[in-house]
């Protein structure tokens, strides 16, 4: 059974590039979370989609932004990167209710910003 | 404003002894505490929970106390085993933001033969 997968792995952009991160959930699970994990800390939560619509978001900018399609897989957009976005970019995937008590999270994705 | 803290960035700890882990929060509306674990280059996994109405949970060598007048919580991992080495990480979510957690910035355990 497939777990939640991420992709890519690692990725390196410049300043003020774009960038989109993919996430698929684990199989059965129709919530999506993502989460930024700086060097040194815990994972932020970013924003949560589910039935396609983003139901609660952190505190992050508005260059952050998400989308949910049909078949539940989730991205994650960053406009206007900056050297502080440089960060592991964490999927989480959950069924209602089970909430946070199920959640499953993917390997990340490894941003670096130069 | 760390809501949720863990003040020891790591802990070493011999094999078969006692590890424990603390965190201390400052919102009262969390109501229900996790822990996670994470290994080098694979994402957090689930470890053990709490709800805000309990005081402990136990599961296996793992149990986590709490204590909401301090605002404090805690994980023993008995016996402690080298597998057991990883970061450790509390989390927390508040009363109606149902799967959105607040986490700490985590302890480094490591156990030694």
């Known amino acids: 059974d497939a777990g939640v997968t991420q992709s890519p792995t690692h990725l390196i952009k410049t300043r003020g590039q774009q960038v989109t991160l993919r996430c698929s959930p684990k199989?059965?699970?129709?919530?999506v979370s993502w989460y930024q994990q700086a060097l040194g800390q815990g994972p932020q939560f970013i924003f949560q989609y589910y039935e396609e619509e983003e139901r609660q978001r952190g505190n992050f900018p508005d260059r952050f932004s998400g989308h949910q399609f049909p078949n539940y897989s989730s991205e994650l957009n960053v406009n206007a990167l900056l050297l502080g976005d440089s960060a592991l970019y964490l999927c989480a995937s959950s069924i209602p209710p089970q909430g946070e008590r199920g959640y499953t999270f993917g390997s990340g994705t490894r941003l670096t910003v130069v | 404003d760390q809501q949720v803290k863990q003040n020891s960035p790591s802990l070493s700890v011999q094999e078969g002894r006692i590890s424990i882990l603390n965190c201390d929060y400052t919102?009262?509306?969390?109501?229900?505490f996790l822990w996670y674990k994470k290994y080098p280059a694979e994402g957090p996994t689930f470890l053990i929970s709490i709800s805000s109405i309990k005081d402990k949970n136990e599961d296996g060598r793992f149990t986590v106390f709490l204590n909401k007048s301090a605002k404090h919580l805690s994980l023993h991992i008995v016996p402690s085993q080298p597998g057991d080495s990883a970061v450790y990480f509390c989390?927390?979510?508040?009363?109606?933001?149902?799967?959105?957690?607040?986490f700490g910035t985590g302890t480094r355990l490591q156990v030694t033969l």
């Open positions: 199989s059965g699970h129709d919530t």
């Open positions: 989390a927390a979510s508040e009363i109606g933001t149902a799967s959105k957690l607040t």
């Open positions: 919102n009262s509306m969390f109501d229900y």
